[in-house]
């Protein structure tokens, strides 16, 4: 987004977001390639945790911090800190995919998210493993590695595949109305472990849409921003949940956004 005006807003905290993402998934990544040494432990049924999500976060946090120490944060591991409406605020998921990480599969990314004025400014999305950054900037349309995206033109949930998250938050019967409403639609679901990097995935028409009963704001918001800037539609989130709550999402192409919202139970 070499066009972005230099003048913009929010254009150093585009920047930063990038650059810091790219920080941030090296140190990741530098674990993933090592993951005999990590000490797992776990916060829940299915929610595993390690140092590579903690030291990610503290290189992500400690970045912003120093260049733009006015802004509150947010961080799946170390909680929320000087939230209030009238700062901006960082929200962040250092390693979104912490089962296919520490498993040694690829489906996990960095995410970092800007809020101000109630709204998602900047999102951005690195996968260290395949080295592909997802970006955006509200009302400047959304990149993979610098080149536009777009989601699908799509008007049936037979016409492609949909992402479907699932944590211990949601519960068997829900996922089960899910995955049984998808297919008598004559569609087809697909998980990966990352409801950020799945969301991308309809940025980029890869996927025509995404439903989870149950996601975190540091999960979805950058990614939120990605989909809407590639055309998408997506669940008023934000309104819902704030920036540090959690609740179920729709997101998908337009053509079949009302199909997908009609999937949740
Ligand atoms: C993940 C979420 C995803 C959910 C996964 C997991 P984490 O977050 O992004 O939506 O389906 O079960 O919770 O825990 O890997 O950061």
């Known amino acids: ?110 995410s970092i998210a800007y809020v101000a004025h109630d709204e998602i400014q900047v999102g951005v999305i690195y996968n260290p493993v395949t080295d592909e950054l997802y970006a955006a900037l509200r009302g400047h349309g959304a990149t993979l590695d610098g080149k536009p995206m777009g989601v699908q033109q799509v008007e049936g949930l037979d016409q492609g595949l949909t992402g479907m998250g699932c944590s211990s938050r949601t519960t068997p019967e829900e996922i089960g109305h899910i ?17 950020a990097l799945t969301l991308a995935y309809v940025a980029t028409g890869q996927l025509i849409g995404y439903v989870e009963m149950h996601i975190n704001a540091w999960d979805c918001l950058a990614a939120i921003l990605l989909v809407e800037e590639s055309g998408g539609r997506v669940s008023p989130f934000l309104r819902e949940n704030g920036v540090t709550g959690g609740g179920p999402i729709i997101a998908g192409a337009p053509g079949v956004f009302t199909q997908l919202a009609s999937l949740l139970p």
């Open 1 to 110: 987004m070499s066009n972005l005006p230099e003048e913009h807003p929010w254009r150093s905290r585009f920047d930063a977001a990038i650059i810091t993402a790219r920080e941030a998934g090296a140190v990741a990544l530098g674990h993933y390639r090592n993951l005999s040494a990590l000490t797992v432990e776990s916060k829940g049924v299915q929610d595993p945790v390690s140092e590579a999500d903690r030291q990610t976060e503290d290189v992500i946090k400690s970045r912003l911090a120093a260049l733009f120490p006015e802004d509150a944060f947010v961080g799946e591991e170390t909680g929320a800190e000087g939230v209030d409406p009238s700062r901006g605020t960082w929200v962040v998921d250092p390693i979104d995919g912490t089962q296919p990480f520490l498993l040694g599969l690829p489906t996990w990314c960095v």
């Open 179 to 195: 995955a049984q409403s998808l297919r008598a639609a004559g569609g087809m679901y697909h998980r990966c472990g990352s409801g």
